[in-house]
């Protein structure tokens, strides 16, 4: 099993994201989360920081500037996902990802205070 470190510029990216309340509450993760053809499309956009910046932990070992490298994302390319944060937390704590669990349930317990969900 790969193992996986928090990711500081994405959480970074996503706090202020949610604090610019550029956030989507209700979405079908399944539906929206990007695949591979939004990842390549973004990329030829944006850097590999950029791209990176968008998931929440890094694969130990990988090779940078690869997507191998970047797991958990949270967001679109655009807004983060509510829906997305949980997927982050569910998967991380259901492969014992500690460090990318707790993250993640930070930027959705951030994303609920800023929506006010209570």
Not at 2 to 31: H, K
Not at 63 to 87: C, P
Not at 91 to 110: F, I, N, P, T, Y
Request: proline share 2%; hydrophobic share 40%; net charge neutral.
């Amino acid at each position: 099993m790969a193992s996986y470190t928090v990711n500081p510029a994405a959480v970074e990216r996503a706090r202020a994201l949610i604090d610019a309340r550029q956030y989507v509450l209700d979405s079908d993760w399944g539906a929206v989360q990007p695949h591979a053809d939004a990842g390549n499309t973004f990329l030829k956009r944006h850097s590999w920081a950029d791209y990176g910046a968008w998931h929440l932990g890094l694969t130990e070992g990988a090779s940078e500037e690869t997507k191998a490298r970047y797991a958990f994302v949270y967001g679109d390319f655009r807004r983060v996902h509510r829906t997305g944060l949980i997927a982050c937390v569910y998967r991380a704590s259901e492969w014992r990802h500690k460090d990318v669990e707790l993250a993640a349930h930070d930027l959705l317990q951030r994303l609920d205070a800023q929506a006010g969900i209570s």
